[in-house]
T-cell receptor, first 115, second 113 residues
Framework: AQKVTQAQTEISVVEKEDVTLDCVYE???????LFWYKQPPSGELVFLIR??????QNEISGRYSWNFQKSTSSFNFTITASQVVDSAVYFC????????????FGKGTKLTVNP | DAGVIQSPRHEVTEMGQEVTLRCKPI?????LFWYRQTMMRGLELLIY????????DSGMPEDRFSAKMPNASFSTLKIQPSEPRDSAVYFC???????????FGPGTRLTVT
């Protein structure tokens, strides 16, 4: 069965600090996809990134970077030089190619960036 | 391009009433998903459709919930009769068949009193 664990319930940082959000997943499939979504206070869910299980290359997009390690079943998300606008709940999610196409979400990490 | 459209954005109703939530997926997307978000259970899939056909409804809580997709541009989620425990934010999402990322609508916040 697929499962996503985000152990950090809430994180609070001061603006310009770097912050890493942890995500650990479980799956029996060899082909799967990992995602990060952002849910700002306004409530919508915004897609940030997708990684497939065959691509362990880390990715950087501006201040955002993602570290995918199959050996530890982790897909961590780092925000560099955090800003107040980064305050949101961040969800990690998993989708298995061989089984259901649904997204299984972690419980989310609430990030608060203080000025 | 317009994103996923959901209506209403907010719904307040009394226990026992019928509630219908609506969703218009992104044009060209052929998979549609209904999720529910609560504090206790987080985000959970209720049902999804591929090419207007329901594929997996194992997440639908009980017979009071039903969903339809009469065509590629419209879906409904109906709760009849509604109960206070149905209070949640209901999200609709869509994606293309060959892409795994789902794009979410703004959600409908349902309050059943």
């Amino acid at each position: 069965a697929q499962k996503v664990t985000q152990a950090q319930t809430e994180i609070s940082v001061v603006e310009k600090e770097d912050v890493t959000l942890d995500c650990v997943y479980e799956t029996r499939d060899t082909t799967y996809y990992l995602f990060w979504y952002k849910q700002p206070p306004s409530g919508e869910l915004v897609f940030l990134i997708r990684r497939n299980s065959f691509d362990e290359q880390n990715e950087i997009s501006g201040r955002y970077s993602w570290n995918f390690q199959k050996s530890t079943s982790s897909f961590n998300f780092t925000i560099t030089a955090s800003q107040v606008v980064d305050s949101a709940v961040y969800f990690c999610a998993l989708s298995e190619q061989g089984g259901s196409e649904k997204l299984v979400f972690g419980k989310g990490t609430k990030l608060t960036v203080n000025p | 391009d317009a994103g996923v459209i959901q209506s209403p954005r907010h719904e307040v109703t009394e226990m026992g009433q019928e509630v219908t939530l609506r969703c218009k997926p992104i044009s060209g997307h052929n998979s549609l998903f209904w999720y529910r978000q609560t504090m206790m259970r987080g985000l959970e899939l209720l049902i999804y459709f591929n090419n207007n056909v329901p594929i997996d409804d194992s997440g639908m809580p009980e017979d009071r919930f039903s969903a339809k997709m009469p065509n590629a541009s419209f879906s409904t989620l109906k709760i009849q009769p509604s109960e206070p425990r149905d209070s949640a934010v209901y999200f609709c999402a869509s994606r293309t068949r060959d892409s795994y990322e789902q794009y979410f609508g703004p959600g409908t916040r349902l309050t059943v009193t």
